[in-house]
């Protein structure tokens, strides 16, 4: 059923993928330039992968990054320069000798060796390269597009935008490592970066992602012509409201990640002996429990996900009541299958105190679980009027 339904997309998306588009004098007509290489975007034609894709990629080593403790490791940000990695013995030493003036080596780390400075250079070195191909995965097909005069003025509008985001995104990543670079005398804890910077790091990642899953669904699924009911407008409103709880809940989890609150109760469902913890308002104000307290965030955290698998379970039992078109119950299908198995991946995480493995499965997917609850809007979107 889900191979068959892949084949129905792929081919109504060499159909439609054209209509983002406007048709220029210079060269083939989109719709025929498209079909005779047999391909729906120009980033295979230059040889790239997908933009979103990659989105994808750079959110799961970021996590990984994370889950490693290896984030703080490269101590300069330079565009073009670092590039290339440390060559030879003294050119190691020298960069492990920068890595040791800062806080992460002096408190944690005093007794690291070279060997093990290197595993975690190049983690948050392909993190950085990695997020360097998304930039060319955006930029060198909106180049190539453009040239071609196959925009609209919306889709340059949309494009613009999404080139703009990743250039912030890259910005907002080295503002977030800075974070934990600077020295804090009156604090003894481990140095990290600051949960708030790591929290619109990914908030800003999961906003490209999906805008460009959006843009991409919108051009290549085309509208089901459906007769507009009041149980259809109450279905797109609910399954909005979804969408923005699993957003909200992803979200959250970088929270998680950044005061280290996956380590705090280790326990489902109550955390310790208690349903609600002694120490969940322990801060004050009260407001700074919810950003800054690990206990407090990890019961947000389970609050949320609890909040988004009953949402998608009232969804799909509110869609079965409904004739909806096949793709449509599909999507909607496999948001729910997925959601359960989201929530059984975070219990086990927490319950085998977060091995880096299981964590970065989780993390992979809430992105998974946010790509199913955008396909879902994409498939009950209105026709144009």
Request: proline share 5%.
């Amino acid at each position: 059923m889900l191979l068959s339904s892949l084949r129905t997309t792929l081919f109504y998306g060499c159909r439609n993928v054209t209509k983002g588009f406007q048709h220029s004098t210079r060269s083939p007509q989109p719709r025929q330039w498209l079909v005779m290489r047999g391909q729906s975007t120009i980033t295979v034609e230059l040889g790239l992968p997908p933009p979103g894709g990659l989105v994808v990629g750079a959110i799961v080593l970021g996590g990984v990054t994370r889950l490693t403790e290896s984030g703080l490791s490269m101590v300069d940000w330079h565009l073009v320069r670092e590039m290339k990695p440390p060559q030879g013995q003294l050119e190691w030493e020298a960069e492990f000798s920068k890595y040791q003036q800062f806080p992460e080596f002096k408190i944690m780390n005093h007794d690291m060796t070279l060997p093990e400075f290197k595993f975690i250079f190049y983690m948050e070195w392909g993190h950085r390269m990695w997020g360097r191909l998304v930039g060319l995965a955006y930029i060198l097909p909106t180049v190539y597009f453009w040239k071609k005069g196959y925009f609209t003025r919306s889709m340059k509008g949309r494009v613009l935008g999404l080139c703009g985001f990743v250039f912030f995104q890259g910005l907002l990543g080295w503002y977030m490592v800075k974070s934990g670079l600077e020295e804090k005398p009156e604090s003894h804890d481990i140095p990290r970066v600051s949960q708030y910077r790591l929290s619109a790091h990914l908030g800003s990642a999961l906003l490209l992602y999906s805008a460009s899953l959006w843009t991409g669904l919108t051009l290549l699924l085309p509208i089901h012509k459906v007769a507009e009911t009041k149980n259809l407008t109450q279905l797109r409103r609910f399954a909005k409201g979804t969408g923005g709880i699993v957003f909200l809940t992803a979200l959250s989890g970088a929270f998680v990640a950044g005061l280290d609150a996956g380590l705090v109760y280790n326990s489902f469902p109550k955390m310790g002996e208690r349903w609600i913890p002694d120490d969940v308002l322990a801060f004050s104000p009260t407001l700074k429990n919810f950003f800054e307290n690990p206990t407090t965030v990890q019961f947000d955290h389970r609050i949320l996900a609890i909040s988004s698998l009953t949402a998608i379970t009232g969804l799909y039992l509110f869609s079965r009541r409904m004739l909806l078109p096949r793709r449509a119950k599909i999507a909607l299908n496999l948001l729910t299958a997925m959601a359960y198995g989201q929530v059984a991946l975070g219990i086990s995480t927490l319950l085998l105190y977060v091995p880096t493995p299981l964590a970065a499965i989780h993390q992979s997917g809430s992105v998974a679980l946010l790509s199913l609850a955008i396909w879902v809007l994409a498939e009950l979107r209105k026709m144009p009027k």
